[in-house]
């Protein structure tokens, strides 16, 4: 008998299985064959939110959870944040390996050369509400960008997903600061290509009337490394959401919007915005004793805490607050920050979040570095969601050239009745 494997007695026949285990997993297809008779499915695997499930193989990103550990192909997100530019990152997570000079000079002219959006596009924005939320725009115009590159569906063919991973991650700066300049009723700034990336992103969003916009250096820094630390993180729910819309053979720009949706929800990328309204709720340091009571209580979740995977201080967060503590000594403290700070300090100390291993996540100090920046509130989720743009392809690219996927498709556990008779309306108490 294997070493590499686990025995499985079934009660119910007296039968022993003998299951592989590789890279210290189990085949749940290999349960299959545990049956009582002829007639019976076979045993399948029970996992509500994919607690304990592997969906895929994955070279991109490695987390440790319990040590705190973030990798991209195998650097460590510290060095990434402390040493690359954004875009170098994304050719990293993209294409496996940190791009030479002349590669970089390349994809940087790629992205800069895939900046605009079709014209059509800001009458497609102009259709939205004067106060639409930015996430729900930019979702439906990703999703509307399907509609003006119909090669897109050809997504076996090696031309076309390079030319749509560039435009996705061109173009998503300048539908975000579309997005934003809509909800303000500000008109469109186009894209300025002799600006960085996240320079560029800057001037879509805050030039008004000055001929040439001219990004602040310590704005501009300090977004790159929110955006660095954003690009990844392996197979959460809006990823796990690309991969489900990819395994059809959707295009990338449907799965993009689908994939945007999941974040946008308040115990994914919303937690953001969640944890500055969170924040301004408590109002001030004397009020923290009594919020933590009732997230005690069940009555509130303490936003930006807890983590699926991290059952220690994220990586992300503890670069986060540490250029926190950089920044605001440059600009002042905010009272926001104050809050946090103490917020975090009381939650630690406190058994309810010991015992649960509970600790900030990347949302709770990224919200009030984005406030100090500029950035509105209702945009937080919408920052996260540009960077994430390359995670999304990176892993929809892995999963389109790994001959184990198949379409998504998971089994249920079917609890409703089993069989009746149709009844007449009429005879219908
Ligand atoms: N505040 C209070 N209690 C919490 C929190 C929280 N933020 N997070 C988890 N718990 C409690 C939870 O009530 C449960 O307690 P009990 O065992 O008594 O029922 C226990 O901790 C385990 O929580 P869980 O909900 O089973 O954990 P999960 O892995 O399903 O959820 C999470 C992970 C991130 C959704 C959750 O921690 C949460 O809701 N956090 C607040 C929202 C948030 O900050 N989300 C951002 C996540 S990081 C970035 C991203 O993914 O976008």
Redesign the pocket.
Same mark, same amino acid.
């Given at each position: 008998m294997s070493q590499e494997s686990l025995t499985v007695t079934d009660n119910r026949t007296g039968k022993t299985y003998e299951l592989p285990i590789t890279d210290g997993t189990i085949r749940t297809m290999d349960l299959r064959q545990i049956k009582v008779d002829d007639q019976d499915f076979g045993v399948m695997g029970y996992d509500t939110?994919f607690?304990n499930t592997a969906a895929t193989r994955s070279k991109i990103t490695f987390i440790d959870g319990a040590k705190g550990i973030l990798r991209h192909r195998g650097y460590p997100v510290e060095q990434l944040a402390a040493n690359a530019s954004f875009l170098e990152v994304a050719y990293l997570v993209l294409f496996g390996e940190l791009p030479n000079a002349e590669q970089y000079a390349q994809w940087e002219h790629d992205i800069v050369h895939h900046t605009l959006v079709h014209e059509n596009l800001r009458t497609f924005l102009d259709g939205f509400r004067y106060d639409a939320h930015p996430m729900g725009i930019l979702i439906s115009s990703i999703a509307a960008l399907s509609t003006f590159y119909p090669e897109a569906k050809n997504v076996f063919d090696p031309e076309s997903v390079e030319l749509q991973t560039r435009r996705l991650v061109a173009k998503m700066p300048t539908m975000a600061a579309f997005a934003y300049r809509h909800s303000m009723g500000f008109p469109y700034v186009y894209p300025d290509n002799d600006l960085s990336y996240v320079g560029n992103f800057l001037n879509m969003m805050f030039k008004m009337t000055e001929l040439k916009y001219k990004p602040n250096p310590i704005v501009e820094r300090a977004l790159e490394i929110l955006w660095i630390l954003h690009i990844d993180?392996e197979q %959460?729910?809006?990823t796990t959401t690309m991969r489900g819309i990819g395994s059809s053979q959707a295009d990338p720009y449907v799965a993009v919007a689908g994939a945007a949706a999941a974040?946008s929800g308040?115990?994914?990328?919303?937690? %953001?915005e #969640?944890?500055l309204r969170m924040l301004a709720h408590i109002g001030s340091v004397e009020n923290i004793p009594a919020y933590l009571k009732r997230?005690?209580a069940?009555e509130? #979740?303490?936003?930006?805490?807890?983590? #699926?995977?991290y059952k220690n201080y994220?990586p992300r967060a503890r670069i986060i607050k540490d250029f926190a503590h950089q920044l605001f000594e440059v600009t002042g403290r905010t009272p926001m920050l104050n809050i946090a700070l103490e917020l975090e300090e009381r939650a630690l100390n406190e058994d309810?979040?010991a015992k #649960?291993k509970?600790y900030p %996540?990347?949302?709770?100090y990224s919200g009030i570095i984005y406030q100090a920046l500029g950035i509105p509130t209702n945009m937080f989720t919408v920052m996260?969601a540009i960077p994430r743009t390359v995670g999304w392809l990176a892993q929809w690219r892995e999963l389109l050239g790994d001959p184990e996927q198949k379409i998504a498709r998971p089994r249920q556990i079917y609890d409703g009745i089993m069989l009746r008779d149709f009844v007449p309306m009429t005879e219908r108490s």
């Open positions: 939110a607690k993180h %959460n729910c809006s974040l308040p115990l994914h990328g919303g937690a %953001n #969640r944890v997230v005690e069940g509130e #979740r303490l936003m930006g805490f807890g983590h #699926r995977v994220d309810y979040f #649960r509970l %996540n990347v949302d709770f996260f």
